[in-house]
């Protein structure tokens, strides 16, 4: 994570594509003052595909100390990088 002087924070991480259904739970190192914080996703392809693949992620349960997320279709075996940013609770 990276904590800047005016309160804004910036942190990421890897866990597993999950399949539909299942959540993954991410709790944050560092808390945002609200649920109003940026959150992005990529992935590596670790199997062979197409090209022109989509791979969906539905994000739920947004809180100040994390979020859950999962796959909204069936591409398990792949690795998530995820990342977020927003004020800190912590200013």
């Known amino acids: ?3 800047y002087k005016s309160g ?3 942190q990421g991480g890897i866990s ?3 399949q539909q259904g299942t959540n993954i ?3 944050l190192l560092k808390p945002y003052i609200n649920d109003k914080y940026n959150i992005a996703f ?3 392809d670790n199997i062979s595909g197409t090209a022109g693949t989509t791979y969906n ?3 739920r349960n947004i809180t100040a100390m994390g979020f859950d997320y999962q796959g909204a279709n069936g591409y398990a075996g792949r ?3 995820w990342s977020c940013a927003g ?3 912590n200013v």
């Open 1 to 3: 994570y990276r904590v």
């Open 8 to 10: 804004w924070i910036e």
């Open 16 to 18: 597993a594509y999950t």
């Open 25 to 27: 739970s991410v709790n």
């Open 42 to 44: 990529s992935y590596q």
């Open 57 to 59: 992620i539905a994000i």
């Open 79 to 81: 690795t998530i990088r």
């Open 87 to 89: 004020q800190g609770a």
